[in-house]
């Protein structure tokens, strides 16, 4: 085990998550959710395999089970069920990205079969796709593309262009053929090309990432999957002056979309740095 690993592993907790800031009116606090520990614990995939590393990513993956719908095998929120803090009111409802996320995990440990993550894609995500456009659709916008949240009774669901990086890295991963995934790819490309090389353009197309160094990430793992056509995407992301600066810091990972609340999780960064 690399030494720098170390400090990440400690930073977990008996119950395997690992602690994210959240940042509120009043200041920022230590919370437990899924999604930091599910970046994390991407992160261990290619830290080794000496018996802490085994252990660690074990008990992450048991705290993420702890986020799944008892009603919907496959479908998973940012929070453990019962552990929603008690200044999120409402509660936040189930979503595409942690679901993405957390099922490539499961995927990855063994926990899933390939048949059941292409079962989460077809039963739980596909309900929630973008099936027109109107004059409030974003320009690069494509039809096929993925909501966000899991509830068909939220109205304006967007389309974020991170959340759907990972689910097309889902399908991917998951073999079968999806012809959803062109239309992912389509968007991607033309959302970047839509912001080009300004950084307050591309904060534009995820709204819930306070930071556009997210979508870098995202584009990072699914290049290391090997999902067609990110190579040159990513490639051409990390050629941006703004992204060569910032790739590196540690910055917030994810938010409101009013930008009034955002996590950032410094373990996290430190496990990223260690990937080099």
Known sequence: MPQDWGPILAAQTPDGAFLSDVHLKGGATKERNGFATALILNCLR???????????????????KKCENRD??????????????????????????DT????????????INRAEAQRV???????FRL???????????????????????????????IVNT???ELMHV??????????????????????????????????????PIEFIHALDRSVAAGVPRMGALA????????????????????GSSDRRIVWTCSTLARARANLG
């Open 46 to 64: 290619y830290a080794g395999d000496a018996s802490v590393i085994r252990a660690a990513r074990k008990r992450a993956i048991r705290f993420l």
């Open 72 to 97: 919907r095998p496959g479908q998973f929120g940012f929070y453990p069920r019962c552990g929603q803090p008690n200044w999120m009111v409402p509660a936040l409802p189930d979503d595409a990205d």
């Open 100 to 111: 993405a996320l957390f099922n490539l995990a499961l995927l990855h440990a063994g926990r």
């Open 121 to 127: 894609v077809t039963d739980i995500l596909r309900p």
């Open 131 to 161: 099936t027109y456009l109107t004059e409030r659709s974003d320009p690069w916008h494509r039809i096929g593309a993925f909501e966000t949240w899991l509830d068909s009774a939220i109205f304006r669901n967007p389309v974020d262009c």
């Open 166 to 168: 990972n689910i097309l």
């Open 174 to 211: 998951s073999g079968g053929n999806w012809p959803e995934a062109a239309a992912i790819t389509d968007m991607l490309y033309a959302a970047t090309a839509w912001a080009g090389s300004l950084r307050a353009r591309a904060l534009k197309l995820s709204p819930w990432y306070p930071h």
């Open 235 to 254: 490639a051409h992301m990390h050629s941006l002056d703004w992204v060569r600066e910032d790739i590196g810091r540690c910055l917030p990972i994810c």
